[in-house]
């Protein structure tokens, strides 16, 4: 049966969804967000290992450039509300913030739930409608509004938000359901892949460093002589391969790789050291602490492990001593610690990725209302657009900015 005509209804009770529906209903819109889940916000619980990495202490022109050249998409959502007003709206809710070292601003509680909760209060405040446990199977539009249809109901809308998200952690309910309703109403979508996602390399070894991290290293990934992505921060080694941010920004370069196992990763876990200068350390050392292990004497600035592990993988023994070290096993072992390389063999795919690389195509939509360009009546916000960006908050922002927009624009 059919429920009637709201004039809005959000699909996807998301980061995006959750204020989209809120700046709807503030507007005196009749608005209903609609969510398959049993909760809404499942994904925003388990962000930043439960933490929930709202947004980064920058300006709006640092989201901006985080995002590279898509990201001049942002500037009328950042407009509507910036990395400020995005703070200023959770601590209005009593959710007070922290900046850590890395620029990230999390809850002080540090409970992705206390975030959750808050968007949850302002949208009751709104008078905004939720409906839980009831997926969206189909959607279509007449000459008068929009019609969709769920397994309770048939729900007529004058407009539709669709915030439904991508394809990351499906787990949380993210399958990709709006890329066929909007290719069905004739966007374009970009082939989606996974971002934020942890790497998978062809060397064993890995596996026996798990749970090791090393807070700054600097990673290439390259293609032949071709450096395709560049980053520097903290690595982290796990049974499967590479995490860490570092890791995770460069990943989407994998993801969107044709044949993955043509590139290389390029490691140097030392980059507060030239190789000059590691070099004549270790000739120092060979001459003034000969009795020292090797790995005890790189120990100083990597895990123990590590060292040992390198010392390995260039053919000397673990506990090799410092005494008579030649000047080729000098080379080994800089190039072993400043240029490591690994060859990838993929990615651990959407079910371990933080976002969706790929979405419905931004030329298509306004970006000054987020209302379709193609569908009168259509608004797209959040992670189902093909925007993605570098871990550190910046892609909550971009979702809260759009879905903000959208919802002040319906």
Known sequence: MSEGCWDVVVIGAGAAGLLAAAAAAERSRRTLLIEKNRKPGIKILMSGGTRCNITHATDNRGIVEAFGPPGRFLHSSLAALSVQQTIELFEGEGVPTKVEETGKVFPVSNKAADVLAALLRRLRRSGATLALEEPVRDMYQNDVAFALTTFRRVVMASRVILTC???????????????????????????????????????????????????????RICEDNACLAQRRGSLLFAHFGLSGPVILDVSGVVSRHPRPESLVLEIDFLPHLKEPDLDELLRSEAISSGKKQLAGILAGHLPKRLCEMLMVLVGMPADRKAAGLSKLDRGKLVQAAKRLRLVITGTLGFKKAEVTSGGVALDEIDSRTMQSKLVPGLFVAGEILDLDGPIGGYNFQAAFSTGWLAGSTV
Do not use: E, K, N
Not at 167 to 192: E, K, M, N
Not at 196 to 213: C, S, Y
């Open 165 to 219: 998200g991508g394809q990351s952690y499906p787990g949380s309910g993210t399958t990709g359901d709006g890329y066929d309703f909007v290719a069905r109403l004739g966007h374009t979508i970009v082939a989606p892949r996974a971002a934020l996602v942890p790497v998978t390399v062809a060397a064993p070894w890995v596996a026996d460093l798990r749970g090791i991290t090393i807070p700054d290293v600097f990673v």
